[in-house]
């Protein structure tokens, strides 16, 4: 199972908004609504932040929304602020009942 | 709360095995699957598989097969990643996380700290 591409860093400004890719085949991102993001700052753990392409997890901010079209998935993150800066990784469940994980974005924040 | 306390840091040489422990509290342990996942320095996070708290089942993805085996205590609420026959490419941040609740498929969402195990002669 390779890993999902993911571009390798995005930027943007605070206030503005920011779109993250994740791209797949037609045996992982393509064949559920089983898409999930995380955010990792250095030297922490990741946090669960979209599940299932759209859902929030209890206590992340609206201010995160996740969408899917075809084998690639896509989470948005609005109103950008400087604690949003850190590694964002797309994840999906796949036909062999397996995740796999993609490549990692770096998000900075101007 | 959930909590995933995993094992200290490990240093070994190549060739050598590694055990390493992820201590769950908070939650019935059985009720939910663990996921195993790994980070090398400075690269991004690999899945390497679950394994089921209730039946024992493991599974494995791909590249993660043979050398690396999953197993439980479930008297002491503790899964288990071992590693055998280890090489220098096998040095990471290893990371156990427990699944969600209520979710439809067992993603990560409690994380432990990690453990980093190097290998270096």
């Known amino acids: 199972q390779s890993a999902l591409t993911q571009p390798a860093s995005v930027s943007g400004s605070p206030g503005q908004s920011i779109t993250i890719s994740c791209t797949g085949t037609s045996s992982d991102v393509g064949a559920y609504n089983y898409v999930s993001w995380c955010q990792q700052h250095p030297g922490k753990a990741p946090k669960l932040m979209i599940y299932?392409?759209?859902k929030r997890p209890s206590g992340v901010s609206n201010r995160f929304s996740g969408s899917k079209s075809g084998n690639t998935a896509s989470l948005t993150i609005s109103g950008l602020q400087a604690e949003d800066e850190a590694d964002y990784y797309c994840n999906s469940y796949t036909t062999s009942s397996t995740f796999v994980f993609g490549g990692g974005t770096k998000l900075t924040v101007l | 709360q959930v909590q995933l306390v995993q094992s200290g840091s490990e240093l070994k040489k190549p060739g050598a095995s590694v055990k390493v422990s992820c201590k769950a509290s908070g939650y019935r342990f059985t009720s939910y699957a663990m996921n195993w996942v790994r980070q090398a320095p400075g690269h991004g996070l690999e899945w390497m598989g679950w394994?089921?708290?209730?039946?024992?089942?493991?599974t494995y993805a791909q590249g993660f097969t043979g050398r690396f085996v999953f197993s439980l205590d479930t008297s002491v609420s503790t899964a288990y990643l071992q590693i055998s026959s280890l090489k220098a490419e096998d040095t990471a941040l290893y990371y156990c996380?427990?699944?969600?609740?209520?979710?439809?498929?067992?993603?990560?969402?409690?994380w432990g700290q990690g453990t980093l195990v190097t290998v270096s002669s």
């Open positions: 394994i089921n708290t209730n039946t024992g089942n493991p």
């Open positions: 299932d392409v759209t």
């Open positions: 996380a427990r699944e969600g609740t209520d979710y439809d498929v067992p993603y990560p969402d409690y």
